[in-house]
C-alpha cells in the first residue's frame, strides 16, 4: 500500500472494502465505497480514507479506517499527502473517537453537525410495546398487506422496481439530489455485506432500505430509506422494525439511522460552534426546511425512542473552522456550488407555489390531475 496515491479501481475497492470490514468504527465507514469517491491508503499502516476534493480541500467520509491505536499516525500521514497536493482536509461526518484524538491538537478545529438516534436492537420490542402511534403505523401497512422481504445485493442492484422507486422519491425533493455521504445511488455501490430489505404490496415494491455493517461496534447504519409516493402508511416504519429484529438476531448491539443536520439533540455542542456559525445554522433551522426536510427527519427518528443521541462532527487541520472549509462541504455535498443548489431549490420551490395557486384556482382541473396518495409519515 502507498500513502501517496489515491485509487478507485476494483482491487482497490476490494482492498478497502477487507479494511473497512475488519476495522470500520465511525458509522459512514462502510460509505466510502460507494460511487465518487477516491481511495487513499496508508503506506505505514493497513488504513484507507475515502474522500473527494472541493475548493482546496480533501473532505473525507468520516475519520480514516484503522486499528484505533493507529489513527493519530494515519491522520499525519493523510494529512501530509494533503498538504503535498496544497489542500487542507476536513473529516466530515466524524465521532467521538476522532474528536478525542485531535482534540489535544491546536492545528485542528471541530464543529458540531448535527446528531445521530442509536438503538440497541435487542431492545427493539420494548420500543414497540411503548408506542402505540408506531404500533399503528405497523398495523395499517400490515392490513394493506405489506409484506417485508430481504433480498441479495446482486438482486437489488439488478431490480428496475427498486431503482423507479428511488428515482420517484428523488423527484419530491426541492433540491438536486445530495451526494457524499448521503449518495442515494447506493444501488450502484458494494452491496456484499450491506442489508437490503424491500416492502411490497401485492408481489409490487413500494419501498426498500439498505443498511450498511458497522462490524467494529456490531452494527448497522440505515443508509438509505426509499419509498414509492403510493406505498401504503406505514411501509418505512415497517421496513425499520424489520431491520431492527433482524440486527438483534446477527446479535447486533448498535442501530443508527444517521445524521439528523442541526438536530436539537445537539443544541449544546452546537452552540460551541463560531458565532459566524451559528448565525447560519440557526438561520437554516428556521428557514431551509422547505428545501430540505430537517424537522420531519428528526420528528421521524424521535418517534422511534432512540436510546441516545451522538453528536456529529467536522474536523479540519486548521486552527480555527473556516468559511472556505464550511463552503468546500458544502460543495461535496451538492456536487455543484452550494449558491447555484440554493438557486435551484429557490426556483423550483417558486415553481411549486404558483402551480399551487394555479390549482387553487382551477379546483376542477386539480382535482382532475392529482392522483391520490398515501400520506407521508417520513423524510
Known amino acids: 500500500m502507498m500513502g501517496v496515491m489515491a485509487y478507485v479501481s476494483p482491487e482497490h475497492v476490494n482492498l478497502a472494502r477487507e479494511i473497512v470490514v475488519k476495522y470500520g468504527w465511525n458509522t459512514t465507514s462502510y460509505q466510502i465505497l460507494n460511487p465518487g469517491l477516491e481511495l487513499w491508503f496508508s503506506g505505514q499502516n493497513r488504513a484507507v480514507s475515502g474522500y473527494t476534493r472541493r475548493a482546496g480541500m480533501l473532505v473525507a467520509a468520516g475519520e480514516p479506517v484503522c486499528e484505533r491505536e493507529a489513527l493519530a499516525s494515519v491522520c499525519d500521514e493523510f494529512e501530509t499527502f494533503a498538504r503535498r497536493s496544497g489542500c487542507g482536509v476536513c473529516y466530515v461526518c466524524a465521532e467521538e473517537q476522532i474528536r478525542t484524538v485531535l482534540g489535544h491538537s491546536t492545528g485542528h478545529s471541530s464543529i458540531a453537525l448535527g446528531a445521530q438516534p442509536v438503538w440497541n436492537p435487542c431492545s427493539w420490542p420494548g420500543v414497540i410495546r411503548n408506542r402505540a402511534s408506531l404500533r399503528g403505523q405497523l398495523h395499517r401497512a400490515a392490513n394493506k398487506g405489506v409484506v417485508v422481504e430481504a433480498v441479495s445485493g446482486r438482486a437489488a442492484a439488478a431490480d428496475r422496481e427498486l431503482r423507479n422507486i428511488l428515482r420517484e422519491w428523488l423527484s419530491t425533493r426541492r433540491l438536486p439530489p445530495l451526494h457524499f455521504l448521503v449518495e442515494p445511488n447506493v444501488l450502484d455501490g458494494v452491496l456484499a455485506d450491506r442489508m437490503v430489505l424491500v416492502a411490497r404490496r401485492d408481489g409490487k415494491s413500494v419501498a426498500f432500505l439498505v443498511a450498511s455493517p458497522i462490524r467494529a ?77 430537517f424537522r420531519g427527519l428528526e420528528h421521524f427518528r424521535l418517534k422511534m425512542s432512540p436510546e441516545h443521541w451522538e453528536t456529529v462532527y467536522a474536523v479540519s487541520n486548521e486552527p480555527r473552522f473556516s468559511v472556505r472549509t464550511l463552503y468546500a ?31 387553487g384556482l382551477n379546483p376542477a382541473r386539480s382535482q382532475a390531475q392529482t392522483p391520490v396518495r398515501a400520506r407521508k409519515t417520513d423524510s
Open 329 to 359: 462541504v458544502g460543495g461535496v455535498f451538492s456536487k455543484i456550488s452550494p449558491w447555484m443548489a440554493i438557486a435551484l431549490g429557490l426556483r423550483k420551490a417558486a415553481g411549486d407555489e404558483l402551480r399551487m395557486v394555479f390549482h
Open 217 to 293: 461496534r456490531k452494527g448497522y447504519l440505515v443508509e438509505l430509506l426509499a419509498r414509492s409516493p403510493y406505498a401504503p402508511n406505514g411501509s418505512s416504519e415497517l421496513l425499520i422494525d424489520s431491520a431492527m429484529r433482524r440486527f438483534a438476531a446477527e446479535g447486533c448491539r448498535y442501530a443508527t439511522l444517521g445524521l439528523v443536520a442541526l438536530a436539537h439533540a445537539a443544541d449544546r455542542e452546537i452552540r460551541n460552534n463560531p458565532g459566524w456559525l451559528r448565525a447560519l445554522m440557526y438561520f437554516a433551522r428556521a428557514h431551509a426546511n422547505r428545501f430540505y426536510n
